[in-house]
């Protein structure tokens, strides 16, 4: 009887602690610990993803890293440097001996390595698998080889997914590339593109391998980048071309300082139209 009593009271009180505790868990805000970052798979669009997208686009050395990386710290948005992403695979399928003509092995390189991507002191800093490899992944092999990674649709496809979901946790930013107006974000806020004389781009990738102790020569970087251009222009995915509402700025005769006030004045001009409306 006295047990039967005791056995009525816990049962109730198992009931009433079942039910606020279903109450609570439901009203829990959803966190990252119950949503595990499950990559590539969020529908992203432009009002869940970011305040702010800004894209430059543009051809080899056309300026397009430096200028994105000054105009995200003034705006202060984050930076993202998409190239990066291509040439740390094309070194972690360098390294791993993959054939660069099966797409799918490249594909596994991307699914089974741990790519890191973080900007320090206003540098892109890039790891594999806890490797820093920020050096590596700028060697002239690299650069020669990532056009393979770069026309493999299915690997791109996973990497333009990255870099929305880059956007989404970012919220504002500004995002270099070469499809980045066109593919990734097409409704991005503001879209340039980037362009400069053959002969300026070559001069100023000389100057940049100069200060890095390279001593090729400028018809070797001329060679190099027009093939790079070219395979850029010519791949049926996420090919190199301005957006059609894209700005589209020449730089040869600008500093670098004068091409950031000028997107800085674009960005200005269109978020206060935005803002207007
Ligand atoms: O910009 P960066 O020279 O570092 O890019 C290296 C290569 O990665 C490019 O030549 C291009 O083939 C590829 N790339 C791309 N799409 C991007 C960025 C880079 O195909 N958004």
Redesign the pocket.
Known sequence: MVIGYWLLVIGYWLLVIGYWRLVISDSLPVTSYHLPFTSYQLPVTKFEMANLVITI?GP?ASG??TVARLLAKRLGASFL???????AV?LAAIKGGVDMSDEEKLLGVLDNRKFQFAVREGKTVVCIDGVDVTEQIRRPEV?AN??H???AVKL?EK?VEM?RQFAAREKKIVT?????GTV?FPDADVKFFLTADARERVRRRQAELRAKGGGESLEQIEKAIEE?DK??ED?AV?P?RPADDAIVIDTTDLSIEEVVERLLRCVEEKCLKRNQK
């Open positions: 686009d080899a397009k890293s440097d998409t190239g990066a992403m291509y040439r094309t650069t990532a056009r990674i770069a026309s791109r990497l870099q270099e590339g070469r499809d980045q990734a790079r395979s850029d791949r996420g190199l």
